[in-house]
């Protein structure tokens, strides 16, 4: 079955380092996959989407990569501030409009 | 826009009672979606609608989960006799096919308690 895993452990790091979230997939070739954020008390937020055929996609402070060969991709912040404190969930399209969503990885910037 | 709203927020009830969440999706989107969350299996799809129909309804757990969406504002997820076990949070997600892909938009959620 399609399977998705990401960091169980919560990610501590420092202000002003680079955070480096890890999701990785089996069991299926998705056409997309998603980053969302998600605050305590509120639902998930869209952040990123890339495409199989990208490799890497950008927006402001965040980066994600796209290894469609080792079935992974990377959620990178940097320059972390202690407000990019959050979950971050990864998503994969399993075809039409269905979505499967990972655990989750529990990210604390310290100040 | 006011964004994905569901009501009530908050839901405590006792085990048998039967329990309806509500939501409404953001105006123009055509797709809607149910999950529920909890620590032990995570943000889990129940079920989700195209253009009011119901597309894929295979997470919904048994019988005593259904959902409706008799038209395009409005959406309810029924759980008929609630069990302790569906102790979760319900959200609502919304999206729109503009692009091919199914960037969501999530609700605040319906923290549901079942006695």
């Known amino acids: 079955s399609q399977k998705i895993e990401q960091n169980s452990e919560a990610l501590n790091i420092q202000e002003g380092k680079t955070a480096t979230l890890t999701c990785n997939y089996t069991n299926y070739s998705p056409a997309y996959l998603q980053w969302y954020r998600q605050d305590p008390g509120r639902g998930p937020v869209f952040l990123l989407l890339i495409r199989e055929n990208e490799k890497e996609k950008r927006k402001e402070r965040l980066k994600v990569t796209f290894d469609t060969t080792l079935k992974q991709s990377l959620f990178h912040i940097t320059a972390s501030q202690p407000a990019d404190s959050a979950t971050y969930l990864c998503a994969l399209n399993t075809g039409g409009f269905k979505t499967i969503f990972g655990a989750g990885t529990r990210l604390f910037v310290k100040a | 826009d006011a964004g994905v709203i569901q009501s009530p927020r908050h839901e405590v009830t006792e085990m048998g009672q039967e329990v309806t969440l509500r939501c409404k999706p953001i105006?123009?989107?055509?797709?809607l979606f149910w999950y529920r969350q909890t620590m032990m299996r995570g943000l889990e799809l129940l079920i989700y609608?195209?253009?009011?129909?119901?597309?894929?309804d295979s997470g919904m757990p048994e019988d005593r989960f259904s959902a409706k969406m008799p038209n395009a504002s409005f959406s309810t997820l029924k759980i008929q006799p609630s069990e302790p076990r569906d102790s979760a949070v319900y959200f609502c997600a919304s999206s729109h096919r503009d692009t091919g892909t199914d960037t969501q938009y999530f609700g605040p959620g319906t923290r549901l308690t079942v006695l």
């Open positions: 609608f195209n253009n009011n129909v119901p597309i894929d």
């Open positions: 105006s123009g989107h055509d797709y």
